[in-house]
């Protein structure tokens, strides 16, 4: 066996899994929802991937493939090696706080969703965040980047890119039941509001697209003015 497929283990109940020598690639989501996963073991000799403190690693440590959510620890250091959050790769962890390195730069799709997150800090090294990063973050109250970062910033705890022509993500851990999206935004993202506890979200005369499920989940929803 050479290739494990996009998907492969997703949802199982798989404790560990040591990965031999003969993989040359991983599929995307292999191990999503394995709640039980505590341990991803790699084949010393494999050429293509490592296992650090049972976590999946890229050979060299650049790319942060998959974090064990079985884990029960809450706090977590991101290693300074690490460039790439891969898609997917923190999703649905019980970790609530973790430091990202100034090493990263790219954070892939759903790489932090579904967490327990209290808060996220991007550095300015960070240049490329994929879609719904930080979807369904029920605890997460708050997105701070850093001033200096070149492509993000941060608006009162939400995240836009950097002209603030998108409305990435608000924090669905946050506790306003009334959110104004700022002047002069055109753009709300996929997900953006996803599992939010907002009542009321005022929209601006700039808005001329609202991505795919910007509101899914938002249970307490009454009101889009």
Known sequence: MTYIGDGAFRGTEIA?????????KIGKYVFDYCHSLENIEVD?????YCSVDGNL???DKTELIRYAIGKTETEWAIPGTVTTIKDSALADSSLSRSTIPDSVTTIGKYALSGGAW???SIPASVTDIGEMALTFCGKLTEIDVVENNKNYCSDNGVLFNKDKSVLMQYPAGKGNT???VP???PVISKEAFAGSALQTVVLPIS?????PQAFVSCDSLKNVL
């Not at 808005?207 to 991505?211: F, G, K, P, V």
Request: charged share 15%; no cysteine; net charge positive.
């Open 16 to 24: 560990s899994i040591l990965i031999p020598t003969a993989v040359t």
């Open 118 to 120: 209290s808060r996220i």
């Open 44 to 48: 010393g000799a494999n050429a293509n």
């Open 178 to 180: 009334f959110y104004k």
């Open 183 to 185: 002047d002069g935004v």
């Open 57 to 59: 690693y890229s050979k």
């Open 207 to 211: 808005l001329n697209m609202i991505e």
